[in-house]
C-alpha cells in the first residue's frame, strides 16, 4: 500500500498552483514517469564553517519529493566514500509524505546530519532555472553559499529533517504544517471517499510513530490534527527544542 499512495500537503489551490508552475521550469529528474520538480541532490562547496563549525562542504537536497527520490539520495550518500555530508533541505510543495520518511530512515541509518536552507550555487548567477538545474543535476562540487533564512518547513521537510543525527533549523526558518492530506494513488487515481478517510488515519498514525522513533515529541504532530479545522498551524522557534525537532541551533 504504500507503494501504491502517497500524500500531498495542501496549503491551499493558490499556493499549490503557483508550486506546480515553478516546478514547470526545469525538465523531469529521472525517467519517462519521474515529474516536474522532482527532489535532486548535489554536493555544494562553501566557505570554511559555511554549513556549521568546520564544515565547509553538504549536499544539498531540493524540489519535489516524489515516489523515487529514495534512489537518488542512496545515489549520492553512496558517491560520497565514507564521508557524512550534512544534508541540506529544501522541499517544495506537494511532496510524497510516505517517501519523505523513508529519506528520513535512510539519513539515520547512515548517521546523517540535517538542518534546513535552501542552496545558492555561483554559477547559477544570472542563470535560467533550465540551466541552472543542468548544472545541478551531476551532483557537483558547486561552490555555494546557504540561505539560511526564510525557507519554510512543511511536513515533508519535517519528516526528512526527523531523520537526521543532529537537527538544526537556523534563525529566521518557519515550520508550517497542516493537517489537511490528499490521498493519491498514482497507478489509480479515483480513490473513494471512505478508503481516503481511512487512508489519511493509518498514515497519520504511521508518521506519529515515525517520529517517536526519531525522537521527535508526539505533540509535534497531535497538535497538527487537532487544528484539523484550521489552515495550517506553525510551530515557533521558541519550541523546537521542547518538542526535540531540533537538537541544535544555528
Not at 568546520?54 to 549520492?76: F, N
Not at 489537511?180 to 497507478?187: D, H, V, Y
Not at 489519511?200 to 479545522?229: C, K, P, W
Request: hydrophobic share 40%; net charge neutral; aromatic share 4%.
Amino acid at each position: 500500500m504504500n507503494n501504491l499512495y502517497r500524500l500531498g500537503i495542501l496549503l491551499g489551490i493558490a499556493l499549490l498552483a503557483t508550486g506546480l508552475a515553478q516546478a514547470q521550469t526545469r525538465p523531469p529528474v529521472g525517467g519517462v514517469n519521474s515529474s516536474p520538480g522532482a527532489m535532486i541532490f548535489y554536493v555544494a562547496h562553501g566557505a570554511p564553517d559555511a554549513c556549521g563549525p568546520g564544515c565547509s562542504d553538504w549536499i544539498a537536497a531540493e524540489g519535489v519529493v516524489q515516489w523515487d527520490t529514495y534512489k537518488r539520495l542512496l545515489a549520492i550518500l553512496d558517491r560520497q566514500a565514507g564521508h557524512k555530508l550534512p544534508v541540506v533541505i529544501n522541499i517544495k510543495q506537494g511532496s510524497d509524505l510516505t517517501v519523505a520518511a523513508s529519506l528520513g530512515r535512510i539519513l539515520r541509518g547512515r548517521g546523517i546530519d540535517a538542518t534546513v536552507a535552501a542552496t545558492e550555487v555561483e554559477a547559477c548567477n544570472g542563470k535560467s532555472d533550465a540551466d541552472c538545474f543542468a548544472l545541478k543535476r551531476p551532483g557537483g562540487p558547486l561552490d555555494g553559499k546557504e540561505k539560511l533564512s526564510d525557507v519554510p518547513c512543511e511536513l515533508a521537510c519535517v519528516l526528512v529533517l526527523a531523520g537526521g543525527v543532529h537537527r538544526s533549523l537556523p534563525p529566521g526558518n518557519r515550520v508550517i504544517l497542516t493537517a489537511r492530506m490528499a490521498i493519491t494513488n498514482r497507478l489509480a487515481p479515483n480513490v473513494s471517499d471512505e478508503h481516503r478517510e481511512s487512508l489519511t488515519s493509518i498514515f497519520t498514525d504511521q508518521f506519529r510513530r515515525y517520529l517517536g522513533e526519531m525522537g521527535i515529541d508526539h505533540e509535534l504532530l497531535d497538535v497538527t490534527v487537532n487544528r484539523a479545522g484550521g489552515r495550517y498551524v506553525e510551530i515557533p522557534a521558541s519550541e523546537w527544542g521542547r518538542l526535540h525537532l531540533v537538537t541544535q541551533s544555528q
